[in-house]
């Protein structure tokens, strides 16, 4: 009994790892921006991961070869998941706290969702509609913030990461074309490669700012790239191996929770009442959304079932039919 629980335990402690890792990125950020601009930093982050991901795709198991007629679909994907994703990020985080940043991107989930409404012209039900609607409250209440703030671009930050997000849908619906054909790995590999690719000549913008980093930023920017870039990419995999997806977005929902842990731990940053509701009211939009799609899930595997159970039966029926026919 214990050794089959062995497995199950494994994977929850992977994914939570690979959330915690996701979660303190925000604080590394911050840490390494004191001698790294912000898109230099995404750059010898990603150089740093695609070095990492290009020694594991050698490997005998993720050695594949990028097909012809995929290349095209791994180069959008390496354009917006990785060079617009993280230079968008990395410069908003300049002006928004980094509890702040992590609760808004909590609610990306909720972006994806309504972007393939859009896209795919699928219909949504009242309860996604309802949700939608409530992690946008709870945006529009983290968003808001007095005139001081304004000017130091704040609200700029957030509207960038907000922009992010719907940039991170993109990635996700290109990713879903090519996901099941390649490795994990090797297709994080030429994804991050073709991204980091498009991010080079970007540095060069913040030449005049480039200095010599410190122990701790150097360190934060090593962090960046191994840890959360590579590390935490294999730890969810793994998880996702013995666990449910459903189960895995659920715990998705603790990457807010640990970010505003680690900002206030680490960074010394307040939980301000503003940010305690908007990021409940965001997290409550997006659980509703989860449970949602659960119950629908649920609903068309038993629909698939019943329907499978009545055609058994129409065609246990005829075959008994059949030999009285022939008679």
Same mark, same amino acid.
């Given at each position: ?19 915690? @890792? ?28 695609? @070095? ?35 230079? @968008? ?11 702040? %940043? ?14 393939? &409404? ?6 949504? &039900? ?10 946008? %409250? ?73 200095? %010599? ?49 680690? &900002? ?21 939009? +997006?659980?509703?959304? +989860? ?9 068309? %595997?038993? &629909? ?24």
């Amino acid at each position: 009994m214990s050794q089959q629980n062995r497995p199950n335990a494994l994977s929850i402690v992977s994914v939570l790892g690979a959330l915690i @890792l996701w979660s303190s990125s925000f604080v590394a950020i911050k840490f390494a921006y004191t001698t790294y601009p912000p898109i230099t930093l995404a750059v010898v982050r990603f150089i740093v991961a695609t @070095l990492i991901l290009g020694a594991l795709a050698l490997l005998p198991k993720n050695r594949v070869k990028l097909e012809k007629k995929d290349i095209f679909t791994v180069v959008v994907c390496g354009l917006t998941g990785i060079m617009l994703y993280a230079v @968008l990020q990395n410069i908003a985080m300049q002006w928004t706290s980094a509890s702040s %940043a992590t609760l808004i991107i909590a609610s990306y989930p909720i972006i994806t969702l309504l972007m393939e &409404s859009l896209i795919y012209k699928t219909k949504l &039900s009242v309860v996604k509609i309802v949700a939608i609607l409530i992690a946008i %409250a709870g945006v529009v209440i983290l968003s808001y913030v007095k005139s001081d703030a304004r000017v130091e671009g704040e609200l700029l930050g957030i509207l960038l990461l907000i922009i992010a997000g719907v940039v991170w849908a993109v990635y996700n619906f290109m990713t879903k074309k090519v996901v099941n054909r390649y490795p994990p790995v090797t297709l994080l590999f030429y994804t991050t490669l073709f991204g980091t690719i498009f991010m080079l000549p970007l540095a060069l913008i913040e030449r005049a700012q480039w200095q %010599a980093p410190t122990l701790i930023s150097f360190s934060m920017m090593m962090f960046l790239g191994v840890f959360c870039s590579v590390i935490a990419f294999l730890l969810y995999n793994h998880g996702l191996k013995s666990m449910a997806p459903s189960t895995v977005t659920s715990m998705l929902n603790l990457v807010p929770i640990f970010g505003v842990f680690f &900002s206030w731990l680490l960074l010394g940053e307040q939980v301000t009442l503003r940010k305690f509701v908007g990021g409940a009211i965001v997290i409550f939009g +997006v659980m509703l959304s +989860v449970r949602n799609n659960r119950a629908v899930a649920a609903a068309d %595997a038993a &629909s698939a079932i019943e329907q499978e159970v009545q055609l058994n039966l129409v065609q246990g029926s005829v075959s008994q039919e059949e030999p009285v026919v022939q008679q």
